[in-house]
């Protein structure tokens, strides 16, 4: 499909068109497989996650969507954003030649900021959540875990949880930059040596086609070898 993302720079939306890396990152979402990814940071993921939910959403009848942040904020800008994408999608007449019976969205702008969650009139919904005991009464086809790195419980505990509400055929997507040596890390190291039933994709900041050495150079300049390894090298902080 083609994307539009918010501008940060006013009320209009900005085409998207992914980089090669961020393409096969949506093909593999596609293959429904559960995935953990460790990420360098400004490389678009929360962006093509956002995008792989919205053709899920609009694509497939009653799918539950479960987007788990560490705090609200972060989960009701996930929403904004999602608003902005989606309603530009439908607005534009070359999107309704490829997707036929684009399911509403009843909502105006002013609700958005206090929404959690978002309902279709195809029966598929997104929530946002902070901890898993808020999915308690209900299952879930794709749960997305952001930042999982930073959740207030360790992901172990947090996934024990969560596994019972999962559908039979659900898919977990979990992502992250890198903090120091936690569950987080634990689980994608041992993802890495096949330990687990989630597929490891490691997304450097070499990766992006724009960034080169002296890139890098510059952008790491002022900060600590800590700060260069978790946001940059995909590495724990020691």
Request: one cysteine or more; a negative charge.
């Amino acid at each position: 499909l083609d994307y539009h993302i918010p501008s940060p720079w006013n009320h209009n939306n900005v085409p998207f068109v992914p980089y090669d890396f961020q393409q096969s990152l949506l093909y593999k979402f596609r293959s429904k497989h559960d995935l953990i990814i460790n990420k360098a940071r400004q490389m678009g993921i929360s962006t093509i996650l956002r995008f792989y939910a919205l053709e899920r959403l609009i694509n497939e009848k009653n799918v539950e969507v479960v987007l788990m942040t560490h705090n609200a904020m972060m989960g009701k800008h996930w929403i904004k954003s999602f608003v902005y994408s989606y309603e530009d999608l439908v607005s534009r007449t070359a999107v309704r030649s490829l997707v036929e019976d684009i399911p509403a969205l009843p909502l105006t702008s002013k609700a958005i900021s206090k929404l959690d969650e978002l309902v279709f009139e195809n029966g598929s919904r997104l929530r946002t959540i902070t901890h898993p005991n808020e999915m308690h009464s209900y299952s879930c086809d794709l749960l997305l875990i952001e930042e999982a790195a930073h959740l207030n419980d360790d992901i172990d505990v947090v996934l024990k949880q969560i596994t019972p509400n999962m559908k039979s055929q659900g898919q977990i997507i979990i992502s992250s930059t890198p903090r120091k040596r936690d569950a987080f890390w634990d689980l994608w190291s041992g993802s890495e040596r096949g330990e687990t039933n989630f597929e490891p994709i490691i997304i450097t900041w070499y990766m992006h086609p724009n960034r080169d050495a002296a890139w890098f150079r510059e952008q790491t300049s002022a900060l600590s070898p800590n700060i260069i390894n978790s946001e940059f090298l995909c590495k724990h902080q020691t």
